[in-house]
């Protein structure tokens, strides 16, 4: 069958089963567009108002739903402002496919209107990225391209389209099979005699720690990784990004590990004679110094990606595989009568534990006379019974969202984990959204953050979807703030928000509710209207100015070395 470039990248979606896509239309794309508005009934588009909304929206998409987020930009600008979502998507190795237009081939290279070196400029924040200059490989540059992926460890990948490739012809064959790719081919079982070794290792193991990562959530390992934590008894940890892979209101969760992780989790880990790095990639915040982290350890990685392990931290047994495969290959080793009459006793190492547990570091003091923003997450949490999903922006909000939203599931959580991306939590709320209509999806932002992809706001309203925003407002830059009050003599340079909007009337102009709460007695009745909206709706919380984020780890030191309260 014959068709043009346009066709073929839309009919090589709907094979893919693309059914949702995100996306700003511009001058090279407007072929695929006219395609795409032939097929609206078969593939939803939704327009952002800026092409970093897109990516972050496809993201967000991609965090809740386990699918490849589709975006699609101009060239150009279009291109270069899809970077920052992408790079976004690339540190959190979220599964994106970003088509992007270019100038015909011709003219690449000529300073045309609009060219930019999409692919040079992408291609350190990308899993991979194409140019298609014959229309006769769009296809399968495309099926490749979603492939990769979500394969393996998943990513953004790039395929870049000039404009003549959309309009010229070529045969077009329908196909569900898989692409084979020579030089990838992505491990997915752990060697047996590695498994065998590491559950050696566990039963032998007297102060054991599991450190989960955002891998987990990734694999959809969290049902194999509960099974093995409750055969084997040992307490687990999660990094930021792995947060719902195990829940957090199970007692053998001791919080998050890291800059700003409990003092219970960044003891243990300080103080194990076993580390499980599950799906992790040893990331600076949460290692602290190197020489002083886990030092008394062996080390087991399990990952997908050959090149994490023993990449910032050497390893003691490496096991290459999907992370959900590994798990399940452990549980047939562990689930057994053999292995737990073998195992140690871990009474006095959850002792030690419980014994750090009693610095409660996490505790903060609400006054009657001036809103905490760890209190308003907390009847947030209650507010939604726990079971909302939550997207965040960057900062101290970001933090007391980690530490005081309980995540009991997975896939729950959206937040730039590596990049920390400020701007990323509405739009990728929005794609959440669109993902999963019915749920409560909520942002938890500053009002610093907010601002960064404000106008995203018509998107939610355009598409009637009801994302609810919560603005912990401290009229600072909160982060920036705390680190120049520990570090910098409480010189505050630029960091004080001087001029912020009206959120209650921006709400309005919008067409959204907008509520403000300055009140402790006001905050849960706040949440409960806003909450009930049936719309879009914004959420001003006028927070404590001065209050930080404890524990903290400075820059530089170990993970035994935390700023409590």
Not at 110 to 134: M, P, W
Not at 182 to 187: A, D, E, G, V
Not at 435 to 444: E, F, S, T
Request: proline share 5%.
């Amino acid at each position: 069958m014959k068709m043009t470039g346009a066709q073929i990248v839309i009919q090589t979606l709907l094979d893919l089963g693309v059914d949702t896509m995100f996306g700003y239309p511009g001058g090279t794309v407007l072929y695929i567009y006219d395609e795409l508005y032939k097929n609206k009934h078969k593939i939803h588009h939704y327009l952002t108002r800026h092409e970093q909304g897109a990516l972050h929206a496809a993201d967000g998409y991609a965090r809740v739903t386990g699918k490849v987020g589709v975006a699609i930009v101009t060239s150009g600008p279009g291109a270069t402002n899809a970077v920052t979502g992408l790079a976004t998507a690339h540190m959190d190795s979220i599964p994106i496919l970003c088509i992007s237009g270019q100038v015909p081939v011709a003219l690449i290279g000529n300073d045309a209107f609009q060219e930019a070196d999409t692919v040079g400029i992408t291609r350190s924040c990308t899993k991979h990225n194409y140019l298609v200059r014959d229309v006769n490989d769009l296809a399968r540059v495309l099926r490749e391209a979603y492939y990769i992926a979500h394969s393996g460890r998943p990513g953004p990948v790039l395929v870049d389209i000039p404009k003549d490739v959309t309009v010229a012809e070529a045969e077009y064959v329908h196909t569900t099979t898989e692409p084979k790719i020579r030089s990838y081919k992505p491990t997915l079982t752990g060697h047996i005699g590695q498994i065998r070794r590491g559950a050696r290792m566990f039963q032998q193991a007297k102060k054991p720690v599991l450190y989960v990562g955002g891998g987990a959530v990734t694999a959809n390992a969290h049902r194999e990784l509960f099974r093995m934590a409750d055969a084997l008894g040992f307490p687990v940890t999660n990094t930021l990004m792995g947060l719902g892979s195990f829940p957090a209101s199970d007692p053998r969760f001791i919080g998050m590990l890291g800059m700003h992780g409990t003092y219970e989790a960044n003891m243990a880990v300080s103080h194990c004679d076993l580390l499980i790095a599950v799906g992790a990639r040893f990331d600076d915040r949460v290692t602290g110094k190197l020489s002083a982290f886990a030092p008394h350890a062996t080390i087991m990685h399990i990952d997908v990606d050959p090149t994490s392990i023993s990449k910032n931290v050497k390893v003691d047994l490496p096991i290459v595989g999907d992370v959900r495969h590994v798990l399940a290959q452990f549980n047939e080793q562990v689930l057994t009568p053999e292995f737990a009459s073998g195992k140690q006793d871990l009474t006095p190492w959850w002792e030690e534990i419980n014994s750090w547990r009693q610095r409660d570091c996490l505790r903060y003091a609400q006054s009657s006379d001036r809103i905490e923003p760890q209190y308003v997450i907390q009847c947030l949490h209650a507010v939604t019974k726990g079971e909302a999903i939550i997207a965040t922006d960057v900062g101290q909000h970001q933090m007391w969202a980690a530490q005081f939203y309980g995540f009991d599931t997975p896939r729950r959580w959206l937040t730039s984990g590596g990049l920390g991306t400020m701007g990323y939590g509405l739009p990728a709320a929005m794609g959440a959204q669109v993902a999963k209509p019915d749920a409560q999806v909520v942002v938890i932002t500053g009002e610093g953050s907010i601002q960064m992809n404000i106008q995203e706001f018509a998107t939610c309203l355009q598409y009637r979807l009801p994302v609810k925003v919560v603005i912990m407002n401290n009229g600072y830059l909160g982060m920036v703030r705390q680190w120049q009050e520990f570090f910098y003599q409480r010189r505050y340079a630029e960091s004080n928000m001087e001029v912020t909007p009206d959120f209650v009337k921006l709400a309005e102009a919008y067409g959204a509710l907008g509520l403000r709460c300055e009140r402790v007695a006001d905050v849960t009745a706040t949440l409960e209207k806003g909450l009930a909206h049936p719309g879009t709706v914004i959420m001003d919380f006028i927070v404590n100015r001065e209050a930080n984020v404890y524990p903290m780890v400075p820059a530089g030191a170990g993970l035994n070395e935390m700023i409590l309260i």
